[in-house]
């Protein structure tokens, strides 16, 4: 992967900030983005003392969730356009955030700087996820949540429709998905131990209560780890 052209693929998603519009509104209640985002704020209420980290925050939306909450609370990204906004949301909204521009393969902090490390749906777009999950691995104090897309039908036919696969195409390019096997084999080579897993479903929180045991269900892998 060209790391320049991984970078301006980014550059320029984060030039439509209509991609935060499944954080708000009716992607809330229903949509793969709802399943997953329901399960990680359950984890982050969980949150009281200390400090916090996103990596991979976008517009910051998990990151101004928890500052709100009084905790100093930290977003990194590769993409500036899209930190640009998330620092003007946050300075609105009188939040203590900060936001840096970086890799997510090459963490500029250094070993134990957070209690709590988030990263969702960003580890399936990195060329090096096992480098990601290391470097995961080493800014946690404690605890890290991780979600990423589960090997399903789901983004089989997502990708026959929006390419969801390629950075040459319109999508979200990832480079892969994980089954769950795979990305547990992968965090405990690095050193993490799995607190908790859930599955998050692709209709609604409430669907998810009822059939989140059913494979087909399952679009996304979500874990609550410990170092």
Request: charged fraction near 25%; charge should be positive.
């Given at each position: 992967m060209n790391k320049n052209k991984?970078?301006?693929?980014?550059?320029?998603?984060?030039?439509?900030?209509?991609?935060?519009?499944?954080?708000?509104?009716?992607?809330?209640?229903?949509?793969?983005?709802?399943?997953?985002?329901s399960i990680i704020k359950k984890w982050l209420k969980l949150i009281k003392t200390g400090n916090f980290c996103e990596v991979g925050c976008g517009f910051g939306?998990?990151?101004h969730f928890v500052a709100k909450k009084g905790i100093p609370s930290t977003g990194i990204d590769i993409s500036e356009n899209k930190l640009k906004i998330a620092r003007r949301i946050a300075e609105k909204n009188k939040l203590n955030c900060k936001f840096y521009r970086m890799d997510a393969q090459?963490?500029?902090?250094?070993?134990?700087?957070?209690?709590?490390?988030l990263s969702s749906q960003v580890l399936e777009h990195v060329p090096d996820d096992l480098k990601m999950i290391s470097e995961l691995y080493r800014i946690s104090k404690k605890y890290t949540i991780l979600t990423v897309p589960k090997k399903a039908l789901f983004w089989e036919l997502l990708d026959s429709s929006s390419h969801i696969r390629s950075f040459d195409k319109p999508g979200h390019g990832h480079l892969r998905e994980y089954t769950t096997k795979n990305i547990i084999e992968k965090v405990n080579k690095v050193g993490f131990k799995v607190?908790?897993?859930?599955?998050?479903?692709f209709i609604s929180p409430r669907i998810d209560i009822i059939f989140n045991k059913i494979p087909f269900m399952q679009a996304i892998i979500c874990l609550l780890l410990r170092k």
């Amino acid at each position: 992967m060209n790391k320049n052209k991984f970078e301006k693929y980014y550059q320029r998603e984060g030039l439509k900030f209509g991609l935060n519009d499944y954080y708000i509104g009716i992607y809330q209640m229903y949509s793969s983005h709802a399943c997953r985002i329901s399960i990680i704020k359950k984890w982050l209420k969980l949150i009281k003392t200390g400090n916090f980290c996103e990596v991979g925050c976008g517009f910051g939306y998990f990151t101004h969730f928890v500052a709100k909450k009084g905790i100093p609370s930290t977003g990194i990204d590769i993409s500036e356009n899209k930190l640009k906004i998330a620092r003007r949301i946050a300075e609105k909204n009188k939040l203590n955030c900060k936001f840096y521009r970086m890799d997510a393969q090459n963490l500029d902090f250094k070993g134990n700087s957070f209690n709590w490390v988030l990263s969702s749906q960003v580890l399936e777009h990195v060329p090096d996820d096992l480098k990601m999950i290391s470097e995961l691995y080493r800014i946690s104090k404690k605890y890290t949540i991780l979600t990423v897309p589960k090997k399903a039908l789901f983004w089989e036919l997502l990708d026959s429709s929006s390419h969801i696969r390629s950075f040459d195409k319109p999508g979200h390019g990832h480079l892969r998905e994980y089954t769950t096997k795979n990305i547990i084999e992968k965090v405990n080579k690095v050193g993490f131990k799995v607190l908790e897993m859930k599955y998050a479903g692709f209709i609604s929180p409430r669907i998810d209560i009822i059939f989140n045991k059913i494979p087909f269900m399952q679009a996304i892998i979500c874990l609550l780890l410990r170092k």
